[in-house]
């Protein structure tokens, strides 16, 4: 079955530095990969829609200077949360579309960020 | 924009017992999904729902699609201590042709042995 990795699972950083998360598919290609944002005891939050080769589509809310998206090929994208703030810390999940099932929405095991 | 409203918030049932949560919605979803997320884990597919009415099982799980296509349940048989998670009900938007879920708020499921 589709299988995405997330990488680091969880990352502690000072404030005002910057943090790269990759998310992968492993046995797939993803066109198309989208960014969560998970506060404590919340639902999943949509925060960006990243696009093989073109820009990503952002949020309502979400800064796209602050959380650049990059998503090289079909089998990676990154998360970077440039001048992280203590507000920022949250669990990140990645999910990529895996275009040979219609349901087939595969979620990251997620990244722990903490920012002090 | 578009919620998907989830109850309950949260439940704490005897092992053994049955569980029922469900999920609606303002708007209508032509793709109803169910995950189950543990903690530091991203979610994990349970059910997909495709056509209104549909009902499908998997395993101790069933999952109804409503027929306005605006809700839909989950009913997990005969708990066991592994159930025990956040479920989220999610419902898959179509946007300027390009796909999107939409996750509820989540029932946290607590099971007692």
């Known amino acids: 079955g589709a299988v995405v990795s997330q990488h680091p699972s969880w990352v502690i950083c000072k404030s005002g530095t910057s943090v790269k998360i990759e998310c992968r598919s492993l046995d797939f290609q993803a066109t198309t990969m989208f960014w969560y944002r998970q506060f404590p005891k919340q639902s999943l939050m949509l925060m960006a829609t990243s696009n093989e080769g073109s820009k990503a589509t952002y949020e309502q809310g979400v800064e796209k200077d602050k959380f650049l998206i990059n998503h090289a090929s079909l089998t990676l994208s990154t998360l970077t949360v440039t001048s992280a703030h203590p507000e920022d810390s949250s669990f990140y999940i990645c999910?990529?579309?895996?275009?040979?099932?219609?349901?087939?929405?595969?979620f990251g095991s997620g990244t722990r960020l903490t920012v002090v | 924009g578009q919620q998907l409203n989830q109850s309950p918030q949260s439940m704490f049932i005897q092992e053994g017992e049955d569980v029922s949560m469900n999920c609606t919605s303002s708007?209508?979803?032509?793709?109803w999904l169910w995950y189950k997320q543990d903690p530091g884990e991203g979610p994990v597919l349970l059910i997909a729902?495709?056509?209104?009415?549909e009902l499908t099982s998997n395993g101790r799980l069933t999952a109804q699609f409503g027929i306005t296509r605006k809700d839909s349940f989950l009913n997990i048989s005969a708990s066991i201590p592994s159930d025990v998670g956040i479920y989220f009900c999610a419902g898959l938007a179509t946007m300027d042709s390009s796909y999107k879920l939409i996750f509820g708020s989540g029932t946290r499921l607590l099971v007692r042995p």
């Open positions: 729902l495709y056509k209104a009415g």
């Open positions: 708007s209508i979803f032509n793709t």
């Open positions: 999910s990529a579309r895996d275009v040979r099932h219609f349901n087939g929405y595969t």
